[in-house]
């Protein structure tokens, strides 16, 4: 056997592992000296979004709402805005920034409470005036009279929907979606709340006229009691019937419960609306005992003929806003005690 003279090896490993970094490094690609990122640097600090939160609103649309921006109430105000919508006023359900009795006081100067306010009331009163001599131009004034109706009842609606988030500012004039939605529908609305209201009273008119209820039903302090209740609940009815919330009509106990945790500013938005029936049942009192040669002796007044007609217009179309103003204003500020579910 054929031996092989070995040759001793010294194997240097730290010479070995030097010349192999070495030649790593000859193969990296040359860098600028401020792209190297050395390991005692300081990591980059990321800066996040703010915090994000959820409401329905925002879910419908596809978009988040930053915190503070938006509270969430007890009824489903996402639904605040109907078909009828005037955009980015009711965007944001803001807070209320005062106390309802603060705000049902600056209720009466709400009309003027900016310059834009009082160019629109003065459009508004203008626009009401115009019905006056409508009066006279049968036919077509009944129309002309209907289409301006229409728009109030719109302008009504939009007060207390754009008061309910929060708005300071009083609706102007829309006709964005055609003469249906913005004058028809409203109509229907205002109409339909007040049908509500005073429905029963009706029914209960119409039984006791054609003699289908026996007699220990019929009676004419009930057919008064029927008014006073519809009339009573006028307010909640509005309220309904601007939020598309028609399902709660029938819901009698749900809306006795918020009336009765709401007692004390319901009272206040009751009494307002009935100064406001006030204003236009004593003209149209006036022309009936008129009409029918009723001698009545009547209290002397500032105004009369024209000069009467217009100052009552003009104080019905201010009562009425301020009206629907608190109506709103009483859902912004005790929709938590609601028990009604606005859809």
Same mark, same amino acid.
């Given at each position: 056997m054929k031996k092989?003279?070995? !040759?001793?090896v010294e194997f240097d490993l730290d010479s070995e592992i030097a010349d192999l970094s070495g030649s790593l490094v000859d193969d990296l690609p040359a860098r600028p000296d401020d792209e190297l990122k050395l390991a005692d640097e300081e990591p980059p600090k990321l800066e996040l979004d703010p915090v994000q939160?959820?409401?329905?609103?925002?879910?419908? !649309?596809? %978009?988040?709402?930053?915190?503070?921006?938006? %509270?969430? @109430?007890?009824?489903?105000?996402?639904?605040?805005?109907p078909s009828t919508s005037r955009g980015s006023s009711r965007?944001?359900?803001?807070? *209320?920034?005062?106390?309802?009795w603060a705000d049902a006081f600056h209720s009466f100067v709400y009309p003027f409470a900016n310059v834009n306010n009082c160019v629109t009331f003065a459009v508004i009163c203008l626009v009401s005036l115009v019905r006056? *001599?409508?009066?006279?131009?049968?036919? =077509?004034?009944?129309?002309?009279?209907?289409?301006?109706?229409?728009w109030f009842c719109s302008l009504y /609606?939009?007060?207390?929907?754009?008061?309910?988030?929060?708005? %300071?500012?009083?609706?102007?004039?829309?006709?964005?979606?055609?003469p249906i939605d913005d004058i028809l529908k409203p109509m229907l609305k205002y109409l339909g709340a007040y049908a509500s209201a005073l429905g029963p009273a009706v029914a209960y008119t119409i039984l006791l006229a054609t003699d289908? =209820?026996?007699?220990?039903?019929? @009676?004419?302090?009930?057919l008064v009691a029927w008014i006073c209740l519809g009339l009573f609940l006028l307010p909640v009815f509005i309220l309904l019937f601007a939020f598309n919330a028609l399902d709660m009509i029938y819901r009698v106990d749900l809306i006795i419960t918020?009336?009765?945790?709401?007692?004390?500013?319901?009272? #206040? &938005?009751? /009494?307002?609306?009935?100064?406001?029936?006030?204003?236009?049942? &004593?003209?149209?009192? &006036? %022309?009936?005992?008129? !009409?029918?040669? #009723?001698?009545v002796s009547l209290p002397?007044?500032?105004?009369?003929?024209?000069?009467?007609?217009?100052?009552?217009?003009? /104080?019905? #179309?201010?009562?009425?806003? &301020?009206?629907?103003? /608190?109506?709103?204003?009483?859902?912004?500020?005790?929709?938590?005690?609601?028990?009604?579910?606005?859809?």
């Open positions: 092989l003279d070995e !040759e001793s939160t959820f409401s329905p609103q925002s879910a419908a !649309e596809g %978009e988040s709402t930053e915190t503070g921006a938006v %509270e969430l @109430s007890y009824a489903r105000d996402g639904s605040l805005r965007d944001v359900i803001q807070s *209320p920034t005062r106390t309802f006056i *001599p409508l009066n006279y131009a049968g036919i =077509l004034g009944l129309m002309g009279i209907l289409f301006i109706y229409g /609606l939009s007060i207390v929907q754009d008061t309910a988030v929060a708005s %300071e500012d009083l609706p102007g004039i829309k006709m964005e979606d055609g289908l =209820l026996p007699d220990w039903m019929s @009676s004419g302090l009930a918020t009336v009765y945790r709401t007692l004390s500013a319901y009272l #206040v &938005i009751w /009494l307002m609306l009935l100064l406001v029936g006030f204003t236009w049942t &004593i003209p149209l009192a &006036i %022309e009936l005992l008129a !009409e029918f040669d #009723v001698d002397s007044l500032p105004f009369d003929g024209l000069g009467f007609k217009v100052f009552m217009n003009l /104080l019905d #179309v201010y009562l009425t806003i &301020i009206s629907m103003r /608190l109506i709103g204003l009483y859902y912004l500020h005790f929709k938590r005690r609601f028990t009604l579910v606005f859809e």
